[in-house]
């Protein structure tokens, strides 16, 4: 089985009931709980902004933050030699203002794998 970080973090329990399911395990409601609490919406107003670590966090905002932080220079090395970007659903940028812009997607979100 094989699941995208961005799959995850926009359906963690619609996701993390796939991977219980694919290897067999039933899902206790004490996991469904956490990650509910872990993964919300409603917990990024909870964390210290000073906090170098944070053990929740809204897992939506995650998926495309790297956008505002990479270097145009460590994208091109991460497109030209990831592996990973080369499977289907992920989508490459050209220039640095389509980075950028949040507008435009970093991956398909109609295919899962």
């Keep these: 089985m094989r699941v995208r970080h961005e799959d995850f973090a926009l359906k963690p329990l619609e ?3 796939k991977i219980y ?3 067999g395990f039933q899902l206790d409601e004490n996991i469904i709980s956490w990650l509910k ?4 919406q409603n917990n990024s107003s909870n964390l210290s902004k ?3 670590f944070f053990t929740k966090r809204n897992s939506a905002d995650t998926v495309s933050h790297w956008r505002k932080e990479l270097s145009w220079e460590n994208l091109l090395l991460v497109q030209k030699h990831c592996t ?3 499977s289907p659903g992920y989508f490459e ?3 640095r203002k389509s980075l950028r812009n949040m507008t435009i997607p970093s991956f398909d979100q109609n295919i899962s794998t």
């Design 15 to 17: 996701w993390t009931e």
């Design 21 to 23: 399911n694919f290897v």
């Design 37 to 40: 609490s872990a993964t919300s």
């Design 50 to 52: 000073t906090s170098q």
């Design 84 to 86: 990973a970007m080369k």
């Design 93 to 95: 940028f050209h220039d």
